[in-house]
Each structure stands twice: as structure tokens, then as C-alpha cells.
């Protein structure tokens, strides 16, 4: 197996240069140069660290079957983060390891004045559909509602949420790129 190929084939998959994914493992972009072209080996500490800078780990990176990548997902591999502070409901992650991919689609649920969490403005879209209830979505200065069967698709260029002020729960189908959550 050749351990320096692979990795530059997963960096390029996920958009970064030599450079940033050095300053996200908290090396050097001539170690990443050496290893990519296997005149250095990483230590599995190391290469574990590169790894999860990658979205991966070390059983994936190392097994042989990509054909065996799971692409249906059940209740029971999705994970669920209960927020009664902020939320007034929950978040549920329908794709593990969304943060290796593209897209992270989220379930949320809102309960009466709860909203998420305001992220900064970033590259990439966002998308939402807005299952039951109703929101309002703040981005930046302006406030828009989105009632049930509605959906949304912003990029991101000013501080953004999600609000529910209705009196009722809200489900929101979201889905960030890049991964965001």
C-alpha cells in the first residue's frame, strides 16, 4: 500500500493544500511534501492526527474495500445532541462523519423561542426545508419567515440563525457546505 499516495489523494478530496492541512495537523508543509511522497514515514500518532484533520481514521484509511463505504444510514448510526439552553429542542447528525464530506444534512428541532447557534458568515451554501412549524432566518440584519414546506438557500455572507418564535416545535431539514455543525 503505498500510505503517501493515499494521503495526498484524500487531501485533494477534501479541497486543501499541503499547507493548510500542515497548519490543521500542526506540522510542517515540507513533512507533508515528504510523507505524500513517501520519503518519510509519519508515526501512527501522526498519521492518526492527519487522519482526523482529514475527516477519516485509521481503520478507513486502511481498509481495501471502498465498494464497502456505507451509504444508508439507520436511526442507530445517526447521533443525537439534546440542547435545552439555546434550541429548546435537539440536532441530529443523519450521516456520520458528515465533517469528511461536502455536505453535512442535520435534522433539527426548535422549540418555542429557542434558535441555533449564530455562525459567522463563511464560504459555501446552506439549504433548509422547514418540515413543521415555522422559523425565522436571520442573516445578518434581515429576518425572513419560512413556514412548513418551505425552504431556504443562503450563502452565508453575514452572521446567520435559525429562530423559532411560533408556539409550536419547528422541524428544519439543513444542510451546510462545508460542514459547519
Known sequence: M?????????????????????????????FISQVERDLASPSIATLTDMLECLGSDLKTFFSEADSDEKMV???????EKTDRETLNGSIV??????????????????GPGGSSQEFPPHEGEEFGYVLSGSIVLKIGEKKLRVKT???????????HCVINTGKREAKLLWVSTPPSF
Open 93 to 110: 447528525w443523519l450521516v456520520p462523519s458528515a465533517q469528511k464530506n461536502e455536505m453535512e444534512p442535520i435534522l433539527m428541532q426548535i
Open 149 to 159: 414546506g418551505c425552504s431556504f438557500c443562503i450563502h452565508p455572507t453575514a452572521p
Open 2 to 30: 503505498n500510505i503517501g499516495e493515499r494521503l495526498r489523494r484524500l487531501r485533494i478530496q477534501r479541497n486543501l493544500t499541503q499547507e493548510e492541512m500542515a497548519d490543521r495537523c500542526e506540522l510542517s508543509k515540507g
Open 73 to 79: 444510514f439507520s436511526p442507530s448510526d445517526m447521533f
